[in-house]
């Protein structure tokens, strides 16, 4: 079964940082893309970031030159480095990956599935 577990959330002042970390576990045969979303109270979930496997990465507006993300494919790991952090920052952050499973069936095959982590809050106060 595979899952993504993040960790990094919590509460922190106007203008401090927090760096979430997801990690993909279970039988994995590759990752493509690995983004981060978050959704407000009362509003839509968000695209923060992405990043896919060979290192291209991109994000919304409202958090370039603040927000970082990074990856590590041999670990299947995918950090956001939030940095200049602003109430409006304060959301669920989830974690989400396109990730291949081979399976048997007569024959390997491989299937790409989108995943979702369980999320983690972040709360930014003024």
């Known amino acids: 079964q595979v899952q993504l577990v993040e960790s990094g959330g919590g509460l922190v002042q106007a203008g401090g940082s927090l760096r979430l970390s997801c990690a993909a576990s279970g039988s994995i045969f590759s990752i493509n893309d690995m983004s981060w979303y978050r959704q407000a109270p009362g509003k839509q979930r968000e695209l923060v970031a992405s990043i896919t496997s060979g290192g291209s990465t991109n994000c919304t507006d409202s958090v370039k030159g603040r927000f970082t993300i990074s990856r590590d494919n041999a670990k299947n790991t995918v950090d956001l480095q939030m940095n200049n952090l602003k109430p409006e920052d304060t959301a669920v952050y989830y974690c989400?990956?396109?990730?291949?499973?081979?399976?048997?069936?007569?024959?390997?095959?491989?299937?790409?599935?989108?995943?979702w982590g369980q999320g983690t809050l972040v709360t930014v106060s003024t």
């Open positions: 989400n990956a396109e990730i291949g499973e081979r399976y048997y069936a007569g024959s390997y095959y491989l299937r790409f599935r989108e995943v």
